[in-house]
């Protein structure tokens, strides 16, 4: 289903797209930081992981852009499974049909609200980077109902954050606000300092894993790792 969305809405042409998106990434892999002086500003020294795969697939598929489109918009589904997840956590309900139709309800506000239909496929990255901020508040709803938010649990729910911040410094905001949540959990007595600090690490690797490389690069370039 996410696939044919692609199809239907077709190639993303948006101005980021346009000025850095595909830039981005050829620029890291042909080694133009060294040669070309800022072309897209600021945004010329975004981490450019998350547009490795628009790359690759215009260089594979670049005489069928309706294919890459459909690719693109993939995550799409996850995103609606990751919805329909957590709408089944956090909505209250009396009796089956009534929990199915608040699910249902729920995930198609979410699925078809302007800021994801504006976005499906897009090489903004909305999408499948906000699927991770959803996911780690499912974990945490999940393992919070069964009274068991344990160690594994925690360390995915940072490993999510620190994906979704390294792919997008914007989204660090929301990985404070779960951070927040986490913090006001161990007052109410639901985890340790211990625990809490093993979600910390999870972050840590998460952002390692997704822009660690990018901060070395950076550095070597520019002597700082989040120039400019």
Same mark, same amino acid.
């Given at each position: ?19 850095? +998106? ?23 020294? +975004? ?16 005489? +069928? ?151 070395? +690069? ?11």
């Amino acid at each position: 289903m996410s696939g044919v969305a692609g199809i239907i809405i077709g190639p993303d042409a948006n101005w980021d797209l346009r000025n850095y +998106h595909i830039y981005n990434s050829y620029a890291f892999l042909e080694g133009r930081h060294a040669i070309d002086i800022a072309p897209a500003q600021r945004q010329s020294y +975004h981490n450019p992981t998350a547009g490795l795969p628009l790359y690759a697939l215009m260089f594979a598929f670049n005489e +069928h852009p309706r294919l890459v489109a459909a690719l693109m918009s993939l995550p799409y589904g996850i995103a609606i499974a990751a919805i329909a997840w957590l709408s089944s956590l956090v909505l209250p309900f009396s009796t089956m049909t009534e929990q199915v139709f608040r699910i249902l309800a729920a995930t198609v506000i979410g699925a078809t609200g302007a800021a994801t239909l504006g976005v499906i496929g897009s090489t903004m990255n909305e999408i499948p980077i906000s699927t991770l901020i959803i996911f780690a508040l499912a974990i945490t709803c999940a393992r919070l109902k069964k009274d068991n938010l344990n160690y594994g649990a925690l360390f995915a729910v940072g490993f999510c954050v620190g994906i979704a911040g390294g792919l997008k410094l914007t989204y660090a905001v929301h990985g404070l606000a779960i951070g927040c949540a986490l913090v006001s959990i161990v007052f109410l007595g639901k985890i340790s300092i211990r625990e809490l600090l093993v979600s910390a690490l999870g972050v840590i690797v998460g952002l390692g894993l997704s822009s660690g490389w990018w901060f070395w +690069h950076l550095y070597e370039l520019f002597g700082n790792p989040v120039f400019p």
